[in-house]
């Protein structure tokens, strides 16, 4: 079992930049998929940016061209660098990791997410 620990969250001004960062132990860090989610108030958890083992990047069009996803296997840490932040980027950002990833399979294992505002 993977266990996965956010950091980096906080309060922004509108035009701003965060970079949040995922710790993961326990695991194979290097083989999984792993992605950052968003859940902001009143609305369901939503999809922000996954990074396969091989570099491959995803990003969902909200946050296409402001937010970069990266990953360093020697620290087992997934970041999120955020830039030209608004307020409807206002959320708990969550980290997830795929264990099995070309399976087919979603994502197995969360993180307990770190808030991000961003002030207008």
């Known amino acids: 079992q993977v266990q996965l620990v956010e950091s980096g969250g906080g309060l922004v001004q509108a035009g701003g930049s965060l970079r949040l960062s995922c710790a993961a132990s326990?695991?194979?860090?290097?083989?999984?998929?792993m992605g950052w989610f968003r859940q902001a108030p009143g609305k369901e958890r939503e999809f922000a940016a996954a990074i396969r083992s091989s570099g491959v990047v995803f990003y969902a069009d909200s946050v296409k061209g402001r937010f970069t996803i990266s990953r360093d296997n020697a620290k087992n840490t997934v970041y999120l660098q955020m830039n030209s932040l608004n307020p409807e980027d206002t959320a708990v950002y969550y980290c997830?990791?795929?264990?099995?990833?070309?399976?087919?399979?979603?994502?197995?294992?969360w993180g307990q997410g770190t808030q991000v505002t961003v002030s207008s």
């Open positions: 997830a990791a795929d264990t099995t990833p070309y399976t087919g399979a979603d994502f197995d294992s």
């Open positions: 326990g695991g194979t860090f290097s083989r999984y998929r």
